[in-house]
């Protein structure tokens, strides 16, 4: 798989995985303020009236020059979705009541506060469960049923951003994983 190209803000928050065109795009309209990586991807294009052969050499991370108002508009939480992935990856793949590792078809979500009694789909709410033990769970309170073996919580955006990505390069998992909060499990 083609690897993506992390976009940043000019302040070096991640915004957007885009795709190895989106990136060149930026290059050609002299939107990239800065990059960083080792790697560099070389595309080629036509040659100028002056017989150059024209030449971008795109780098892994790249901020985007006059994203100021990007930056206002970043929301600190980005949303968990309806897709397991990120929730599963969040947790390891790791089941909060019986504390066993499964492969993804084993798994599902589990909302802590039961959607029955009002429970929200959100990080603080759902955990990874296998599915024995969120049948056996069904729609009794946790304090009922069993204690979590550890507790949800909300990814950073950098956080997010490495369980989102795919085919996540090594710089770009060093440059998100440097600002990870401590009690992240990705540090684990
Ligand atoms: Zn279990």
């Known amino acids: 798989m ?3 190209i992390l976009a940043l803000d000019i302040a ?13 795009y930026y290059y050609a309209t002299d939107k990239v ?19 150059v052969l024209s030449e971008i050499a795109v780098k892994p991370i790249i901020a985007i020059a006059r994203s100021e108002r990007m930056t ?8 968990l979705g309806d897709d397991n992935s990120l929730l599963f990856a969040r947790d390891r793949n ?3 009541f019986c504390g066993g590792v499964y492969a993804r078809h084993q798994l599902s979500r589990d909302h802590v506060l039961a959607r029955t009694h009002g429970g929200p789909d ?25 204690p979590l073996l550890y507790v949800p919580y909300v990814p950073c955006r950098f956080e997010h951003f490495i369980l989102s990505g795919r085919n996540v390069l ?3 998992h060093d440059y998100l994983s440097a600002k990870l909060p401590r ?4 540090l684990a």
């Open 33 to 51: 303020a800065w990059a960083l990586g080792e790697r560099e991807f070389i595309f080629r294009g036509g040659v100028s009236n002056a017989g």
């Open 183 to 186: 009690h992240s499990r990705l």
């Open 72 to 79: 206002s508009m970043l929301r600190r939480q980005l949303p």
């Open 12 to 24: 070096g928050n991640p915004f957007e995985w885009i795709s190895q065109q989106d990136a060149i």
């Open 2 to 4: 083609i690897p993506q």
């Open 170 to 172: 090594a710089d770009q």
């Open 94 to 96: 790791t089941c909060a």
């Open 122 to 146: 959100t990080w603080m709410n759902c955990v990874t469960a296998c599915r024995t033990c969120n049948q056996a769970k069904g729609a009794s309170y946790v304090h009922d049923f069993r």
